[in-house]
């Protein structure tokens, strides 16, 4: 058979400054249609899915595939060029007997809320209703009637940290493939939960309930299980969780496990709530512990929400208690590393850290600093695959705190992230992340503990408090019961 394949991802954050446009997509991933397959796999797992194609006989025939770190609302003239790019490739290739897009699910654009219900409706139109059309999405995609009316299938990672794409492309393929050869018939019901916040899966309640949607994904006529955890700085009408069912062909059967699932998840809400601890009792807390490095996760500040990355206010806090042995990162601040980079490594500056974005940046903080390091082409590891972060530089400040500096605004995943440019990390006392969740992965092995820090940023984990104007204010946790 012969398989198309396409992806345009960006996680859009509608609060956040700074809109996504072309250059957003040139400095991580804008590869066309001949040069897709060379793109890295943590942008898109094409070149995976190309292997399972032919490992399966069948042809993989690629499109585009463009991906940006997220930020705020897509330029319209941007995201219209990309949208309408791929709808080229796909009539290019045509005749196709399936489609599979690698879509993010919470992409918004200026003028489209919706922009993968809106690209999957027009590869319907190509394609016609006998091919099938699958999407696998990110965990924090907004679910909505478009999406479920185009689409065949629909399969989201069950992972946070996301260490499950390649998996779920597997799945995807598998079922897109069968239905191709009429041998199932998917139909999806779905169950909107009504809640809003975010649910680490890495442990406790939410790994249980993983484990518990793999199992009934065991059960005779289901063919998936997503729980979409929604993205919660998207202000868009299907922001929040919703699970879906796919079946073959039982549409009653689809329904009766979505709901009894929905209210399975509903009812762990409280036990599955992780509000983040304030700056002064994370520091407390972290240093009362010995016998390693203690992680801290900046989460307000995570570059992977769409914040600015470059946020004062726990270095600021580290400084004035004169904590030592401490690695932080990573800044997005262009100035600072243009400083370091005219100063050449050893040399001894001046140097104003952060602050430079907006309120939610705090105010800069000035430090004497020594330059340890400087690559020019800086990358991470991000669940095996190279992410990169440009210019890099390293500084250690005359108290003590390893600063990592970036000139590509992206969160830490990898260990590597700081240890490539030469941070040691079993070393320190505190090692701080701008991130909220997908180092943990790659951190939890080396460090005695990890705390979620709830600092002032553009990502407030207060979800009552969100100024939402488009999505319903009928959800959980600011309504105790919107299901009533």
């Known amino acids: 058979m012969k398989i198309f394949s396409a992806s345009i991802a960006a996680e859009t954050n509608t609060f956040a400054p700074a809109p996504t446009g072309m250059a957003a997509f040139e400095a991580f991933g804008l590869f066309h249609a001949k040069d897709s397959l060379q793109a890295p796999e943590g942008v898109a797992a094409l070149r995976h899915l190309k292997s399972s194609c032919e490992r399966r006989g069948h042809e993989l025939v690629p499109g585009l595939c463009a991906f940006a770190e997220p930020a705020g609302r897509i330029v319209r003239e941007t995201y219209e060029a990309l949208r309408d790019e791929l709808l080229e490739d796909l009539r290019q290739a045509m005749p196709v007997d399936a489609v599979f897009l690698f879509l993010h699910g919470a992409m918004a654009a200026d003028g489209y809320d919706d922009c993968e219900g809106d690209i999957l409706a027009r590869v319907r139109q190509i394609v016609g209703e006998r091919v099938p059309v699958g999407a696998e999405l990110d965990l924090h995609c907004h679910l909505t009637p478009q999406m479920l009316e185009s689409a065949d299938a629909l399969i989201a990672y069950k992972e946070y940290p996301h260490t499950d794409v390649r998996e779920r ?15 199932v018939r998917p139909v999806t019901a779905m169950h909107d939960c009504k809640m809003v916040g975010l649910w680490r899966t890495s442990s406790g309640p939410m790994r249980d309930f993983v484990d518990r949607m793999k199992a009934v994904e065991r ?4 063919l998936s299980v997503s729980l979409g955890h929604g993205f919660p700085w998207g202000d868009v009408a299907d922001c929040g ?13 689809a329904q009766r496990l979505t709901d009894q699932l929905g209210r399975e998840f509903w009812a762990l809400r409280d036990a599955t709530r992780q509000p983040g601890l304030e700056i002064e009792a994370a520091l407390d807390q972290a240093l009362a512990i010995d016998g390693g490095p203690v992680v801290l996760a900046d989460t307000a500040d995570n570059p ?7 946020s004062s206010f726990l270095l600021r806090a580290l400084v004035e208690r004169g904590v030592r042995d401490v690695a932080i990162g990573a800044f997005w601040d262009l100035g600072a590393i243009q400083m370091c980079v005219d100063a050449g490594v050893g040399a001894r500056l001046e140097l104003r850290v952060g602050g430079k974005c907006g309120p939610a940046s705090g105010l800069p903080v000035d430090l004497q600093v020594t330059v340890r390091a400087i690559r020019d082409e800086h990358q991470q590891d ?13 500084v250690e400040s005359e108290g003590g705190i390893h600063l990592l500096l970036c000139s590509l605004r992206g969160q830490i995943y990898g260990t590597d992230a700081f240890t490539g440019i030469g941070i040691t990390l079993q070393d320190k006392r505190l090692i701080v992340i701008k991130g909220t969740q997908h180092f943990y992965a790659a951190f939890s092995p080396l460090a005695k503990a990890t705390l979620y820090v709830d600092s002032p940023g553009a990502l407030t984990s207060r979800f009552e408090e969100i100024a939402y104007r488009n999505r319903s204010l009928r959800y959980w946790p600011r ?3 919107p299901h009533s």
């Open 382 to 394: 991000v669940f095996g695959a190279s992410w990169p972060m440009g210019r890099s530089v390293w």
């Open 479 to 481: 309504a105790a019961d």
């Open 219 to 222: 059960q005779p006529g289901v």
């Open 241 to 253: 969780a919703r699970l879906w069912v796919v079946t073959d062909g039982d549409a009653a059967l």
């Open 169 to 183: 492309a597997d799945e995807l393929l598998d079922l897109l493939l069968a239905t191709a050869r009429g041998e």
């Open 304 to 310: 992977g929400g769409g914040a600015m990355s470059d």
